[in-house]
């Protein structure tokens, strides 16, 4: 019995290249985390666990890798990286609110002499009428309160994400009899 348990630690330090794991602050392992689990940390987050959550579970089944102080300044270097990719995304995103916010469209729409629409207008439309501006949205990007249901001018807002927001004024029109 001895002989199976001494077995089982030399094939559990030979996986884990013959080195022991790095001890934490508070006496745990250090590790890596290469997938995000929930209750535990982010993708690239330094995490303390115990010895056999280590063993056995974390590191065979690929989500999480000993914490060596190379494997720290990577995920270092990559997170710097991300924040500067993040930076530009939200000035792209923040440049896009300012263009639609001097943006205005018409929605041209079937209405009655007291200009009630025969059907509405509704997110799909808006974003039809964009793309035709050469501004790419989708859909659950146009916040309404509701549909558009009577001729007039409306502001719409857009939602572009990251707390990042504009408004877009709207011409809902009557159809041009021809």
Known sequence: MTTLIRKR???QAQRRGGRRLPQGQTGGVELLLI???DNLGKQGDIVEVKLGYANNFLIPQGLATIATEHHK???????AKLAEIQKKRLIG???LADEIRTKRVSIEANANEEGHLYGSVGPED??????NEGIV?????????????ELALYTVRIYLGHGIESELK???VPTANG
Do not use: C, F, N
Request: charged content about 25%.
């Open 93 to 95: 995103l923040q440049t």
């Open 170 to 172: 709207v011409w809902v």
């Open 35 to 37: 997938q995000t689990i």
């Open 9 to 11: 630690k030399i094939a």
């Open 137 to 149: 949205l989708t859909a659950d990007q146009v916040r309404m309160s509701g549909p558009i249901r």
């Open 126 to 131: 808006i974003v039809k009428a964009l793309r």
């Open 73 to 79: 300044r990577m995920v270092e270097k990559h997170r």
